[in-house]
């Protein structure tokens, strides 16, 4: 089967171009010839390896002649409404943008997820109020639902919406995409690897991996440590652009000399700093379309501790691979962090019981399979 990727960008940018990558690189290994479309002139080389063919234009319909369709995150509507007029067509969607005008599917005051579908609810919890892009005049811009609906009425005739979590096939649906056209398909890297139980560390390490954003939470992190006694240690390995506001908050809390701040730390070096720690914290604010660094921590042994907040409920087993919180719920996260701390043997076993869940449940190879399985429905 020949397959024509649409995405906006056409070079490594984050975690969806490494998925995009690996999906094409995986399904041209299998025998399905791979081709990209996208807006971006200047592709990068290393980007565009796995594909025979690609283009900033419709032309290269005519000139691959795909069987389907595969789309990603494409700005162009007129694109996305035109391709799955003519091609059997599958969404796969990465994130809360086609449904949310912040993009981040929490609310601005009081952070809280919502959980409804875009509308009038857009209006009463002030999310028409965004951030300006930098530069701008004024510090604010005033955005409605219209892009969300345009969005949505693009992809009315797509045949096949792939997500990465049950939230987000439900996010989909009260949106009005019919159940039947959304199925969950784990977008699994092929860069997971299970080396296996890295061994006990004795030392009472906690460990976050990620950007260091708002909607990450290491400010609500920060302040469940402050309220856990004891010679524990943390470390924050990450950067972004709410990595300064943390490092004032761990001061103001007095904790900052328990905490490190590592910055951006290359992927290849990670396994050093999961074998450091006795378990990861996924504190994130905003609903996880999936959540991957949980899985790569539990595939190296280490329990995790996480909000019960988007895709991380699919793939952490309370009380068995590590422990789930109530969103927001700082208290409770500084609860569900001291047994594990205070008790190795525990950490022990929910390490070991994580390895296995992972190994069972979450390969690169079981999720190209279900792309290919996807894909065949479809055409």
């Not at 309220?227 to 103001?252: K, M, S, Y």
């Not at 076993?349 to 079981?366: C, T, W």
């Amino acid at each position: 089967m020949r397959i024509l990727h649409v995405h906006d960008q056409a070079t490594f940018q984050g975690g969806v171009e490494r998925i995009l990558f690996d999906t094409a690189r995986g399904l041209s290994s299998r025998g399905w010839p791979q081709a990209l479309l996208s807006s971006t002139p200047a592709a990068s080389p290393e980007f565009t390896r796995p594909f025979e063919r690609c283009s900033d234009d419709l032309s290269i319909i005519d000139k691959f002649r795909p069987d389907a369709v595969m789309m990603h995150k494409v700005s162009d509507l007129a694109w996305i409404a035109e391709l799955a007029n003519t091609l059997p067509t599958a969404y796969m969607v990465h994130d809360h943008d086609l449904v949310c005008p912040r993009r981040h599917k929490y609310f601005p005051l009081g952070h809280g997820v919502c959980n409804l579908p875009a509308g009038k609810a857009c209006f009463t919890n002030l999310c028409f109020v965004q951030r300006a892009a930098r530069g701008s005049r004024l510090p604010i811009r005033i955005a409605g639902t219209s892009r969300v609906r345009r969005g949505l009425e693009a992809t009315r005739n797509v045949n096949r919406f792939l997500v990465g979590s049950a939230y987000m096939r439900q996010e989909l649906v009260i949106n009005g995409i019919d159940t039947e056209r959304v199925s969950v398909v784990h977008p699994v890297p092929a860069s997971l690897r299970i080396p296996g139980f890295h061994g006990l560390n004795a030392s009472p390490e906690i460990l976050f991996v990620g950007q260091v954003i708002r909607g990450k939470g290491v400010d609500l992190l920060l302040r469940a440590l402050s309220r856990l006694e004891g010679n524990w240690r943390a470390r924050i390995v990450g950067e972004g652009n709410h990595l300064p506001a943390c490092r004032d908050l761990a001061e103001e809390l007095g904790i900052a000399e328990q905490v490190a701040f590592t910055g951006w730390v290359d992927h290849d070096r990670l396994d050093e700093y999961y074998a450091a720690a006795r378990l990861l914290v996924v504190p994130s604010r905003w609903p996880e379309p999936f959540g991957m660094v949980g899985i790569e921590a539990m595939a190296r042994g280490r329990p995790v501790v996480a909000f019960a907040t988007g895709g991380i409920p699919d793939w952490l087993e309370d009380g068995l691979t590590g422990l789930l919180v109530p969103p927001g719920d700082v208290d409770g996260m500084a609860a569900a962090i001291r047994p594990l701390l205070d008790n190795p043997d525990l950490a022990h076993r929910m390490g070991l019981a994580a390895v296995q869940h992972v190994k069972e449940r979450f390969s690169h190879y079981a999720y190209l399979g279900q792309v290919m399985q996807q894909m065949e429905h479809i055409a």
